[in-house]
């Protein structure tokens, strides 16, 4: 299996939260399937172009930001580019 490049974690990491609508923190790490210290910096790096959000309750919980959700169709519109001329 190849390994992923950065644009691919972020997806990884956005997609997770999009289809949990909020996650917390530890469940994330667990499922982007990254060191916990690149986790960290994925995460910081999400958090200061607000691609993500925390949001505090009961629990600090993780949801996607408009910019993110942004983040995720464009991805998927270089995906199908990709794929649709067979690069």
């Known amino acids: 299996m190849a390994k992923r ?3 691919e974690i972020v997806k ?3 997609k997770i939260i999009q289809d949990n609508h909020s996650i917390k923190p530890t469940p994330l790490l667990r499922r982007s399937n990254i060191s916990s210290s ?3 910096e994925y995460y910081s790096e999400l958090l200061e172009k607000e ?3 925390e949001t505090y309750g009961k629990n600090k919980k ?3 930001t408009e ?3 942004k983040y995720l169709e464009k991805y998927q519109t270089i995906i199908n580019f990709i794929d649709e ?3």
């Open 38 to 40: 690149r986790f960290k």
């Open 12 to 14: 990884d990491i956005l």
């Open 67 to 69: 910019k993110g959700q």
């Open 5 to 7: 490049n950065k644009l």
């Open 62 to 64: 993780i949801t996607l």
């Open 51 to 53: 691609f993500l959000k």
């Open 85 to 87: 001329f067979e690069l």
